[in-house]
Nanobody, 121 residues
Framework: QVQLVESGGGLVQAGGSLRLSCTASGSILSINSMGWVRQAPGKQRELVADISSGGRENYADSVKGRFTISRDNAKNTVYLQMNSLKPEDTDVYYC???????????????WGKGTLVTVSS
């Protein structure tokens, strides 16, 4: 099992910035990737950004150029720097990881509880 704890969500005006953090804990053998997915009622689920253990980054077109994902492998932590926020960015942001843990033969996906980001116009 992996526990993911997110922080950094909140209320911000359009054009502002927030930095989300997510730390993974548990009997982790290896982490293949970590990332962020967002979803709000009435909206489709969207992969915002992810980063592999090797540092390869991937972004949704809607956030490219505004958001930056980074990681600290030693701390099993992923960050999402969110700049130039728009009202359309309002969502619950969920941290996710693909990881292998003790007692499991294959890597699995794990999800955090989410952190709410609200962007006012």
């Amino acid at each position: 099992q992996v526990q993911l704890v997110e922080s950094g969500g909140g209320l911000v005006q359009a054009g502002g910035s927030l930095r989300l953090s997510c730390t993974a804990s548990g009997s982790i053998l290896s982490i293949n990737s970590m990332g962020w997915v967002r979803q709000a009622p009435g909206k489709q689920r969207e992969l915002v950004a992810d980063i592999s253990s090797g540092g390869r980054e991937n972004y949704a077109d809607s956030v490219k150029g505004r958001f930056t994902i980074s990681r600290d492998n030693a701390k099993n932590t992923v960050y999402l720097q969110m700049n130039s926020l728009k009202p359309e960015d309002t969502d619950v942001y969920y941290c996710n990881t693909n990881a292998r843990v003790a007692g499991y033969y294959v890597a699995m996906n794990y999800w955090g509880k989410g952190t709410l980001v609200t962007v006012s116009s």
